[in-house]
Structure formats: structure tokens, C-alpha cells
């Protein structure tokens, strides 16, 4: 079984940059593909990125592309969320997220392990 742990969320002025991490323990996820989502209340959970176990592939959702950055230390068994230039609309609790095996995704389905979310709010 593995557990999650998010960090890092908080209150940012618009164009401010935060920092998120994910802290995987129980078991090593050095060989299972990671991801970040996010959800606001009333809407779906929606993916943000994703990273393979090697971090040599990184896809983004297009509305963070170019100003966040996952990344992740297999030796520190945690994943992270650069976050730069943060806008009003990116507020929303984010989730860490871990499948059983190696294959990146964007669909929630696949991700069987969840943190508990950090919130993360941007003031304009």
C-alpha cells in the first residue's frame, strides 16, 4: 500500500509562484508513474501533469504548460509541482496521485492511490 502526503499549498498573489511536494511512503513509487491533479468545488477533478518513473516524459494540461514543472527524486520518494505565474483561476485543492505501474496518464481512473490534497489560492 502506498500513502501520500501533499505540501507546500497556500495563500500567492497573482503572478507568484508556489511549490508543491508529494511524499510517498509504505513503499518505493521509484517505478510507478505520478501525477497531479486538481479539483474546485462543483467541478471534476481535472489532470494538471503527469511524469514517468524515469521523469524523462512530463505531460501537461494546456493550461499550465510552460509555467508549471513536475518533477520527482525516486531517491527522496517524492514528487513535486513548480508552480510560476500562478493566475486567480488556478486556486483549487491540488491532489498527488500514483498508478500500480509505470504508464502515464491524464484520466483519474487510472491513478489508484490519492494524498489527501493541499489547497492552493491565488489572490488577484
Known amino acids: 500500500q502506498v500513502q501520500l502526503v501533499e505540501s507546500g499549498g497556500g495563500l500567492v498573489q497573482a503572478g507568484g509562484s508556489l511549490r508543491l511536494s508529494c511524499a510517498a511512503s509504505?513503499?518505493?513509487?521509484?517505478?510507478?508513474?505520478m501525477a497531479w491533479f486538481r479539483q474546485v468545488p462543483g467541478k471534476e477533478r481535472e489532470f494538471v501533469a503527469s511524469?514517468?518513473?524515469?521523469?524523462?516524459?512530463?505531460p501537461y494540461a494546456d493550461s499550465v504548460r510552460g509555467r508549471f514543472t513536475i518533477s520527482r527524486d525516486n531517491a527522496k520518494n517524492t514528487v513535486y509541482l513548480q508552480m510560476n505565474s500562478l493566475k486567480p483561476e488556478d486556486t483549487a485543492v491540488y491532489y498527488c496521485?500514483?498508478?500500480?505501474?509505470?504508464?502515464?496518464?491524464?484520466?483519474?481512473?487510472?491513478?489508484?492511490?490519492w494524498g489527501q490534497g493541499t489547497q492552493v489560492t491565488v489572490s488577484s
Open positions: 511524469i514517468s518513473q524515469s521523469g524523462g516524459r512530463t
Open positions: 509504505g513503499r518505493t513509487v521509484s517505478r510507478n508513474a
Open positions: 496521485a500514483a498508478r500500480r505501474d509505470y504508464s502515464i496518464s491524464s484520466s483519474t481512473s487510472d491513478y489508484a492511490y
